[in-house]
């Protein structure tokens, strides 16, 4: 049997996306009626557990966040236990330490049975780091990126793509009445299916994807060619990881307390300046950044992430700890956290919607 379950923490973990608070609305709510357990609610994610700040969370305090973005529990992206940046020696550079025995301390302490960690891949491997100190967990997937395994979706990704689809379609009527080459980034690190979905869904002429390194030559023949065709403006969506043929991606900034540091970013805005040169058209760069991140889930991941939740629950409930809740084939599954962690789902060349955009006609940036 089953050890017995009396409380369990929450936790956000990593950047956040829409439908946060929807998973944590139906953790809490069906931990409580349903099994009659008390919900732990842990602020700022890992750091929370290692600040041992956190907070009881009861009917009152999900009710009214269904609609709401972001996560009323707070998050960040820079503390994995294993490796938490304690403070700076004399040169400067910041001192890591292993504080998972004082995660351990603060989880014992408030006497937590298990935690459900929803976030994505960094979260991911937090949570299977606590696994292995014994900590029971369960994963519940978020990201707009959409890039975990086992899952072939991730709840706040489709809010994602609809929010940049509504920004690429702005930029499509101001590319149409000034005759330019407009050039829309979009976030979603390694993996390109933000910018694939939007930009597909936005008519974009051009997608660029990390997943395929791109040739600047094809990209100006593609805007010279809708010239040719009398088509006065080209649109194209540029992921923030796309990175020339041989080349290296354009790196904004680099977190160094954050256990996955590179931050990207700038690569429409060289690609503008690039274009510009060697067409003579017209450019202008939107780098969308956060903006995607932002506001509403839509209906539908505020269903997704409910059913996520509940099967997250339901496990519990189960004795099926240390498993991360998942969608396959439109069904809700599951899959051990420790098999997700460490690593990211990305396009393969070979996806059907690579194939159907050139179809369409869309240059995918590289030389066919
Ligand atoms: O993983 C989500 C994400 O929004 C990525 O698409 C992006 O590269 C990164 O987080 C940005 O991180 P930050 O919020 O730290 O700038």
Redesign the pocket.
Known sequence: MAPKVSRIGILTG????PGLNAVIRVVTKAAITRLGIEVVGIEDGFLGLIRNRMRPLGMDDVSNILTVGGTILGTT??ADPARFAVGKDAEGRLVFEDVTPRVLEHIADRRLDGIVCIG?D?TMSGAAGLIQRGVPCVGVPK???N?LMATELTFGFTTAVQTATECIDRIHSTASSHHRVMLVE????N?GW?TLHAGLAGGADVILIPELPYDLEAICQACAERTRRSKRFTLIAVA??AAPKGGKQVV??V?HD?P?PV???GVSVLLSEQIAEKTDLETRATIL??V??GGTPSAFDRVLATRFGFRAIELIAEGQWNRMVALQNGRITDAPIESVAHQQRTVSPDDDLIAMARAVGTCMGDAV
């Open positions: 990593g950047g956040d996306c992206n820079k994505g960094g990201t707009i990126d890039d979009l976030m979603g690190r993996a933000l923030e990881g904004n900034k977190v954050s996955d931050r990207l970013g950044g956060h995607v991140r």
